[in-house]
């Protein structure tokens, strides 16, 4: 049976948006969101290849956890226990999704997105995923405060790729 909340302790939901005047449009993926309803998300999708995704969380059991809800629903995961490390693997797989954690070591989740961000070109869609949430959500990260409903993560990855599967 699967557990219905993910983290360490039970807390409110973050604010709707924490830079709500920087991002007005709810379709920019630099977005804030706080609740399940604010991201229904579409049906679960039906693709001839999965799609990879890359999880980078320092905490073992998230990570395996997370991998192994996110391989059910027909994703590929790449795995990585810290920044760097996710780093090297987006440059190696070319991801369709990153879902990181923030407070992990040799790279925090916000300092691997604006080293992606910084790079010409970069498009990857970021979902960050903390018990502390961050100051400012660093463009273009999407933002999930844990504990989070795991409904609500698959709903946010599902709508994320939704861009990339009409490509693929």
């Known amino acids: 049976m699967r557990r219905a909340r993910v983290g360490r302790a039970a807390r ?10 920087d991002y007005p449009d709810p379709s920019h993926v630099g977005f804030l969101l706080g609740s399940p309803d604010d991201c229904p998300g579409p049906p679960r999708r039906s693709l001839p290849l999965p799609l990879l995704i890359v999880l980078a969380d320092d905490d ?3 990570r395996d956890f997370l991998a192994e809800v996110l ?10 226990g810290d920044g760097a490390t996710a780093l090297a693997l987006v440059d190696a797989t070319r991801p369709a999704l990153l879902l990181t954690d923030n407070m992990m070591p040799h790279l925090t989740g916000c300092e691997l997105i604006a080293l992606l961000h910084a790079r010409p070109g970069s498009a990857l869609p970021i979902l960050l995923l903390s018990a502390a949430p961050p100051g400012q959500v660093p463009y273009p990260a999407c ?3 844990k504990p989070f409903d ?3 993560l698959l709903s946010l990855v599902a709508t994320m790729l939704v861009p990339v599967a009409q490509v693929a």
């Open 150 to 152: 795991l409904a609500h």
């Open 143 to 145: 933002f999930l405060a």
């Open 71 to 80: 391989r059910e629903e027909g994703y590929a995961v790449a795995e990585a």
């Open 12 to 21: 409110q939901r973050a604010p709707l948006c924490y830079n709500e005047g």
């Open 60 to 62: 073992d059991a998230i």
